[in-house]
T-cell receptor, first 113, second 114 residues
Framework: NAGVTQTPKFQVLKTGQSMTLQCAQD?????MYWYRQDPGMGLRLIYY???????DKGEVPNGYNVSRLNKREFSLRLESAAPSQTSVYFC????????????FGPGTRLTVL | GENVEQHPSTLSVQEGDSAVIKCTYS??????FPWYKQELGKRPQLIID?????GEKKDQRIAVTLNKTAKHFSLHITETQPEDSAVYFC?????????????FGKGTKLSVKP
């Protein structure tokens, strides 16, 4: 099992460009999450999907959109990137939203110039 | 909503010493408290967790204690080793609440000097 995978590992964008971060899990988990990690700020939830077909906003959703493509895949889209979106993005999954352990992907380091 | 404060932000100990990291939470309905370890350049990984019906939990050299009255919980690492050097995050969740999402502290960078 690969667990949670993310692509790309690194990305540099110019202000105003768009891109989609991809996430997939092979653990048959129902719930998936997108976090951003900034120095000194911990992990902050952007969006989550409690189950296939549903998505909801987290703590910092502005400037992002998500798609739960199927049970395995959950993508994060930046429509018009801004320097404030420079961060490390982690995808995570758990068996269900009400269960405990979240398994994280390796992260995507995004720089917006 | 829930707010989690974590202290200290950095901690340096000598190999073999103990390390303690403390977190406080604001929502008295929170009932699940995990700790994640993140090595440099790696993903966060769960190392131990505790639920609100338990006061203490141990796993080899690490332990977590919970004081529901005071709304704080702590991570204790004994006999620290250089491989314990990492950033540690606490988190809190209202397991059965309408939110049900993890709220993380800002992290503690632990350095263990050989």
């Amino acid at each position: 099992n690969a667990g949670v995978t993310q692509t790309p590992k690194f990305q540099v964008l110019k202000t105003g460009q768009s891109m989609t971060l991809q996430c997939a899990q092979d653990m048959n988990h129902n719930s998936m999450y997108w976090y951003r990690q900034d120095p000194g700020m911990g992990l902050r939830l952007i969006y989550y999907s409690a189950s296939e077909g549903t998505t909801d906003k987290g703590e910092v959703p502005n400037g992002y959109n998500v798609s739960r493509l199927n049970k395995r895949e959950f993508s994060l889209r930046l429509e018009s990137a801004a320097p404030s979106q420079t961060s490390v993005y982690f995808c995570a999954s758990s068996e269900a939203r009400g269960t405990d352990t979240q398994y994280f992907g390796p992260g995507t380091r995004l720089t917006v110039l | 909503g829930e707010n989690v404060e974590q202290h200290p932000s950095t901690l340096s100990v000598q190999e073999g010493d103990s390390a303690v990291i403390k977190c406080t939470y604001s929502d008295s309905a929170s009932n699940y408290f995990p700790w994640y370890k993140q090595e440099l350049g790696k993903r966060p990984q769960l190392i131990i967790d505790i639920r609100s019906n338990v006061g203490e939990k141990k796993d080899q050299r690490i332990a977590v204690t919970l004081n529901k009255t005071a709304k704080h919980f702590s991570l204790h690492i004994t006999e620290t080793q250089p491989e314990d050097s990492a950033v540690y995050f606490c988190a809190a969740k209202n397991y059965g609440g309408s939110q049900g999402n993890l709220i993380f502290g800002k992290g503690t960078k632990l350095s263990v000097k050989p």
